[in-house]
């Protein structure tokens, strides 16, 4: 579940990003390549463990999809603390300037 | 178990690489947007953020499954030799499909935008001169 949870994210990302491209002030390419860079890894995870172990091909249990809520937030922390740094819009060099 | 760690290494790897590509590229004057190609220094940090991306998130996920703890050994399959093994094994096979995976998609990905950007360059040159 986790896997689906990360591709949406992914999706929903480039979308909001193609949307607003080419401007791309808040580094939202940054957010989608880190949903696309785990959502190819955990499909490679899948179709190995699908073809090794059998079974299910998509874990849906609760704890995979709390997992998924877990790591689409994760994401966004990691992609905030990005943007933060880079702070685009110069809002901590005008909020220390006054 | 540990299947991030191949994808981590190239990670490393390839944000050296950017490194010294990005200085060559200054020092030889290489501006993004004046050339048919996409610099390699903006291609290679698509890499590092597809790599870098996946692996922030998959090791969360080892963490929440108790396969990566914070404290040494860090692997918790490091405490059983029993696990070991599948463990190697996990890494060569998954970790390798993963890194293998995900630069072939970058391949595609570099080759596409290599084609748009020398499409739109004779365009762009044809509206300039007309």
Known sequence: ?98 | MACFLVPMGEAIVTTVMKKVVEKNEREAGVKEGSQTRVSWSRKLSWLNRLLWGGVLLLALEHIWHGEVVLWPPFLTAMNNPADVGPMLHEVATIGTGMAVFVTIVWLIMISIADQKAKAIHPAVKAKADA
Do not use: Q, R
Not at chain 1, 25 to 34: A, D, E, G, R, T
Not at chain 1, 84 to 97: A, E, G, N, Y
């Open chain 1, 1 to 98: 579940m986790f896997f689906i949870i990360t591709a949406l994210a992914a999706i929903v990302a480039t979308i909001v990003w193609y949307v607003n491209a080419p401007e791309d002030k808040y580094k939202l390419n940054l957010l989608c390549f880190i949903y696309w860079g785990a959502t190819l890894m955990w499909f490679v995870d899948h179709v190995m463990a699908f073809l090794t172990e059998g079974g299910e091909f998509f874990e849906i249990t609760l704890d995979a999809t709390l997992l998924g809520f877990v790591v689409v937030l994760f994401g966004l922390i990691v992609w905030l603390i990005a943007l933060l740094i880079s702070d685009p819009k110069k809002v901590f060099h005008k909020l220390l300037k006054n």
